[in-house]
């Protein structure tokens, strides 16, 4: 499973024959590939009209593409900024309330993702071929599809370490620019123009998985909470810049805290680890049936909904898991 993060062509719509020869050298004799591009194929081809895009296909004949367009940046932020008023709005009716939830298109960008992800993991695990998912820039989308499938299909990334290292490996040294896109919450005013949940996104599709495979992911939905408000407010500096690049250049492993070693502390652990948790060594599967897809109100709904009944809930499972 690889990620691209430079376009399939070449400048002025040359052959990029380096990138063809890369490509070519991952593939065995007689092997196929392919390549999940995150851009809808026309945006691929108006791209074209400014040297971008992609090669023809011609170029890469042992490799196919398939498009599966993924929203990103402002649309994406937007349909957040939606989501967030309607949950804030306590004076809708439930049929006005779900017309809101439904116009926001929250949920369809979650079953987009993971729907993507899934197409990802079935070329691997069951057509055992090689595949390359692509996108505009390879610090979001692509981002995104390569750590949903990682979950999927590898159960040493749904323990709390392999989570934490996933998270490492395929969001902060791959670059995602989390200055940027977390600049501001979506109750702000402000409208950055380079601002998109795309983390969020992520830690949703996640919250899917463990709601609908309760015993798979050997963390729970505090972990996730915890993530979500350190990636836009921390105290440490593992969410901190855009690049490693950045990271260096301010000395943020030598002036800040990590927060996998706050969370590794033995009484940290604790708090956010899933009682439940069973090893499944086998590839877990989501559903993406609208019915499937819920609304993950542990986040959007957190300062709404009382939790005390489902922190004394939790506790209660706890204490019986450890008896």
């Keep these: 499973l690889l990620r691209s993060s430079q376009p399939l062509t070449g400048p002025n719509r040359r052959r990029c024959r380096e990138d063809e020869q890369l490509l070519g050298t991952l593939l065995d004799e007689g092997e196929r590939g392919f390549i999940i591009d995150t851009r809808s194929a026309q945006a691929a081809k108006q791209a074209r009209m400014s040297g971008g895009g992609t090669e023809p296909k011609s170029c890469y004949p042992r490799w196919r593409r398939l498009h599966r367009a993924l929203d990103r940046g402002r649309p994406l932020q937007e349909s957040f900024i939606r989501l967030v008023e309607a949950c804030g709005d306590a004076s809708l009716s439930m049929d006005r309330w779900l017309s809101r939830l439904?116009?926001?298109?929250?949920?369809?960008?979650?079953?987009?993702?993971?729907?993507?992800?899934?197409?990802?993991?079935?070329?691997?695990?069951?057509?055992g071929c090689k595949v390359l998912v692509h996108g505009a820039e390879g610090t979001d989308t692509t981002?995104?599809?390569?750590?949903l499938a990682q979950l999927i299909l590898d159960p040493a990334c749904r323990t709390l370490e392999g989570f934490q290292g996933l998270l490492e490996?395929?969001?902060?040294?791959?670059?995602?620019?989390?200055?940027?896109?977390?600049?501001?919450?979506?109750?702000?005013?402000?409208r950055g123009k380079q601002e998109a949940p795309l983390f969020l996104l992520f830690l949703d599709c996640v919250w899917q998985l463990s709601r609908q495979f309760p015993l798979s992911l050997e963390?729970?939905?505090?972990?996730?909470?915890?993530?979500?408000?350190?990636?836009?407010a921390s105290a440490y500096g593992t969410f901190l810049c855009n690049n490693e690049k950045e990271r260096s250049l301010c000395k943020v492993k030598e002036s800040t805290h990590s927060l996998w070693a706050w969370l590794d502390q033995p009484e940290e652990r604790q708090k956010y680890l899933n009682p439940?948790?069973?090893?499944?060594?086998?590839?877990?599967?989501?559903?993406?049936?609208?019915?499937?897809?819920q609304l993950w109100q542990g986040l959007f709904l957190r300062w709404i909904r009382p939790s005390q009944h489902l922190d004394e809930a939790w506790a209660e499972i706890q204490r019986l898991v450890e008896g």
């Design 102 to 127: 439904d116009g926001s298109r929250w949920l369809g960008h979650v079953k987009a993702a993971l729907s993507t992800a899934c197409l990802a993991a079935q070329c691997l695990d069951r057509e």
């Design 169 to 190: 490996r395929e969001w902060i040294q791959a670059g995602h620019p989390f200055h940027l896109r977390c600049a501001r919450s979506a109750s702000s005013h402000a």
């Design 219 to 232: 963390f729970g939905e505090q972990l996730l909470l915890t993530l979500f408000d350190n990636a836009y």
């Design 143 to 147: 981002l995104l599809v390569t750590a």
């Design 276 to 293: 439940l948790y069973s090893h499944n060594p086998l590839v877990i599967w989501p559903s993406v049936e609208p019915q499937s897809i």
